[in-house]
């Protein structure tokens, strides 16, 4: 079993440097999972996310336009819920499986948490962006079997290329 996470410091920036990493795993390894992008509009606090999904290149906005004072999540579930059964159906032919974010949706049990331990129940690697906030919670959900990888691109790439082509063999 081959579970890894990451994390960067600042907003959006773990959802960055997983987009340069799949960037450069791209034609190396059959992906499949999230990445997501942040969108900052001018007349509104909160940004716009979208998810590309990886196994298909489709773009799904994950994010609800709520107004301009809006605060709080503005997670659309039922979209993201989308992205997950996408993913789910694109595990079966995958090397590695990567997760954007296990945000508060996966630390309550939902979102791509069951899609993470199917991958694992396959053999299929796994590569998760955690951020501070739900770090314990991942830590109870992974029981301690999951890595902890450097905010390094090179030794990420490297981890996920090892893990990604033992699968392929």
Known sequence: MKLGYTGLPGRGASDRFLAQVVDGLAGRLRLCGTVQTNTARAD??????DLRLLS???VLRISEDRGAIARGCTLD???LAQAVVVTEAALPGADLLIVNKFGKTEAEGGGFAPVIGEALCLDIPVLVGVNALNLRAFEAFSDGLAE???A?????RDWCLRAGLRHAA
């Open 152 to 156: 390094d691109l090179a030794e990420v």
């Open 56 to 58: 298909s290149g489709e």
């Open 148 to 150: 902890a990888l450097p």
């Open 77 to 79: 579930t039922g979209v």
């Open 44 to 49: 509104r606090r909160k940004c716009d996310m």
